[in-house]
């Protein structure tokens, strides 16, 4: 049965590149990602209660207000990245690490920040579990990328932001790519590729309209610890 649902996962993946080659000018992925969406458990990255939907092509909640994306967008983002195997990526937002061992499939090393701090606890937990060695957690802000490992090759955001934070364009190498959605909070957003030139201009691409749960500042996990 999970063989099944597994296989249908990956044909919807497929279906919905050709639905929307017209805005995303990629009608299939590249074969490594689609490996890599058939190699990583998605079962195992959702709650216990949600593991009948863990291969539906939709987003699905994972405790503290958050989710793990739809499959479909998780596949498109990573495609957009064009990773390759020696590279270093950054991820913003980890959530429940289903995107970050997908990259670490792909990558030599993934670096990803999540703000909430349990949801960083539990993802680097079980993808120590999953044998994931090259993957590293940390609790913190995305907004300020994580400077100690840049430059970065390639940059991910997985929550919406309202602007293009000045420090990640700041940790891409000139060469790279970076994904993200900008837009207002709990509306939609537009997903855009983002390409430093080897002289460090900056292209922009607008890719599909999506909706992502906001990047926040923290301020709202702070006020809560009062
Ligand atoms: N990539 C995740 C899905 C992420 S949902 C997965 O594969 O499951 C977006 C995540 O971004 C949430 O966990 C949220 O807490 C986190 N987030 C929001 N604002 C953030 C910020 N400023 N810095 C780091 N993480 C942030």
């Known amino acids: 049965m999970r063989e099944i649902k597994l296989s249908e996962m990956l044909r919807t993946i497929e279906r919905e ?11 299939s992925f590249d074969p490594r990602v689609m490996e890599a969406m ?11 209660e949600m593991i009948d939907h863990a291969f539906e092509n939709g987003p699905l909640p994972i405790g503290q207000g958050q989710t793990i994306s739809q499959p479909y967008i998780v596949a498109l983002m990573t495609d957009l990245l064009e990773p390759q195997s020696t590279q270093t990526i950054l991820e913003i937002g980890t959530g429940s690490g289903y995107q970050a061992a997908i ?21 680097a937990d079980l993808l120590f579990r999953l044998g994931y060695a090259n993957i590293e957690v940390k609790t913190s802000d995305g907004h300020s990328g994580w400077p100690e490992h840049a430059p970065y090759d390639g940059i991910i955001i997985t929550a919406a932001a309202t602007h293009l934070p000045q420090a990640l364009i700041d940790q891409l190498r000139p060469g790279g ?15 855009l590729l983002v390409e430093k030139d080897l002289r ?14 906001p990047m926040t500042d923290g301020i709202h996990a702070r006020t809560n610890n009062h």
């Not at 058939?38 to 216990?48: G, H, I, M, T």
């Not at 790519?177 to 997903?191: D, K, T």
């Not at 460090?200 to 749960?213: A, P």
């Open 17 to 27: 590149a050709r639905f929307t080659a017209s805005l995303t000018g990629r009608p």
């Open 177 to 191: 790519r970076l994904v993200i959605p900008v837009g207002l909070p709990y509306m939609s957003q537009e997903l």
């Open 103 to 123: 990259l670490a499939q792909l990558v030599q090393q993934v670096y990803s920040l999540e703000i909430i701090p349990p949801l960083a606890v539990e993802a």
């Open 200 to 213: 460090g201009k900056l292209h922009t691409r607008d890719v599909l309209e999506v909706i992502f749960v």
């Open 38 to 48: 058939e190699q990583v458990p998605r079962d195992s990255f959702v709650l216990p």
